[in-house]
């Protein structure tokens, strides 16, 4: 009696562990589930196209770039899109375009790309918290955070959610900011009926691998001033002008045709890779919406999101178990996962010397970063896989909480 399974689970249960011992338990998958993957278009077509490539004269900054960004800025509703080697470099470039100065406002729950630009420019990142239910900074903790040293507000569209670009350019224009967004993870995010460049001094997109859209590295700045478009076209490329006469600082930071063929080939394929996310997403939703001691983002008004990832907020208390020890149950399982954004930026060590410990706290962002797992989605994952993650979240909660 005493050494009947069921016993066994009780046992376990009452020690507040898992009911089966995940030693005894074969893995869920045989093969590891990838959290991302990058949505490539068909390679037949594609190997066309680079040969083409290969064969003119031009292998950066030639016909396939110019192509790329009329199509992207025709997609993105802007007059402009400029495209460079990536984010990073975009928002490097567009910052010191804009000839910002100081300070500049900027989430800490996000990746330390954004706040990495701002160090290149000699700025100094101010960082404000996030809100519970949309992981955005809102409105209310960015007008807290402004000084008459603040030049600009730098957004995120964190996992593909639309920051609430309307408040922030109210309070931007009230407090006389510039105002631009890292979009690295929202290409094909839409505020209502316009896309999420439409708002700001100017947006930067990533094309890196785990993006919406993929040239394999790249970046695209969405804006509709073409002033600051004309500049970026010259400071991408060193800063030097027509007569090798430089007048502004610039680097290296071009896009190639290789890339750029990559990107324009993805591009009619961005709509459906979004709508499958997002449906996949909502089975996600139905399957784990109820589950106690576990979030979701959710905004609070229409939105297209691009789900470029799939966060879960896990409260441990509730939950009845760790989100370290749900990452490690789920690595068993083979199901990959990754920690964004932990540690937040305000903890990372080369940013805590900005983060002023008698200024703003940041305890959202201090909470969720602990919290916080991303779980496998992307366009080529079966329904069937998630629903089998998510039963196996569903069930591991259910066997942690006490009756
Ligand atoms: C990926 C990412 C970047 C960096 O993009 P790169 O194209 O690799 O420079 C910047 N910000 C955020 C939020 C990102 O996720």
Redesign the pocket.
């Known amino acids: 009696m005493s050494n009947s399974p069921e016993t066994f689970v009780e046992i376990r249960k009452w020690r507040g562990l898992p009911a089966h011992p995940p030693s005894d338990t074969a893995p869920l998958f045989q093969e590891k589930i990838p959290i991302a993957a990058p949505s490539l278009p068909c390679i037949e077509e594609l190997l066309e196209n680079f040969r083409a490539v290969l064969q003119q004269p031009y292998l950066t900054n030639g016909p396939a770039v110019e192509a790329l960004e009329s199509a992207a800025a025709s997609f993105l509703g802007v007059k402009e899109c400029v495209a460079v080697s990536?984010?990073?470099?975009?928002?490097m470039l567009v910052e010191r375009a804009l000839g910002l100065r100081g300070e500049v406002i900027v989430p800490s729950f996000?990746?330390?790309?954004?706040a990495h630009s701002l160090l290149w420019n000699g700025l100094r990142p101010v960082f404000v918290d996030c809100d519970p239910h949309t992981l955005n900074a809102g409105p209310k903790q960015i007008e807290r955070a402004i000084t008459p040293r603040t030049s600009a507000i730098l957004g995120?569209h964190?996992f593909g959610l639309p920051a609430p670009v309307k408040e922030l350019r109210d309070l931007a224009d009230r407090h006389h900011l510039r105002l631009l967004f890292?979009g690295?993870?929202a290409f094909g995010s839409r505020v209502g009926a316009s896309k999420v460049a439409a708002w700001g001094n100017a947006t930067?997109f990533?094309?890196?691998p785990?993006?919406p859209l993929v040239a394999g590295?790249?970046?695209l700045i969405a804006t509709d001033d073409g002033d600051l478009a004309a500049r970026l076209r010259q400071t991408r490329n060193y800063g030097k002008s027509a007569d090798n006469d430089c007048e502004q600082l610039g680097l290296n930071a071009r896009m190639t045709e290789l890339q750029a063929v990559l990107a324009l080939a993805g591009l009619p394929h961005v709509e459906r890779g979004i709508d499958r996310r997002n449906y996949l997403a909502s089975r996600y939703e139905s399957l784990l919406g109820t589950t106690r001691g576990l979030r979701m983002q959710r905004s609070p008004f229409p939105c297209r999101n691009s789900r470029?990832d799939l966060a879960i907020v896990i409260d441990e208390a509730r939950f009845g178990m760790s989100r370290n020890a749900l990452e490690q149950q789920l690595a068993r399982d083979n199901i990959e996962t990754r920690r964004?954004f932990d540690p937040p930026l305000h903890k990372q060590k080369l940013y805590r010397s900005f983060h002023d410990p008698n200024g703003q706290s940041l305890p959202v962002t201090e909470k969720i970063s602990t919290g916080v797992l991303c779980l496998p989605l992307h366009a080529g994952l079966p329904e069937e896989t998630i629903v089998r993650i998510a039963e196996r979240i569903a069930s591991l909660q259910r066997d942690r909480s006490s009756p």
């Open positions: 990536s984010c990073t470099s975009g928002l996000t990746f330390c790309a954004t995120v964190i890292d690295a993870h930067v990533s094309l890196s785990t993006k590295e790249g970046g470029k964004y």
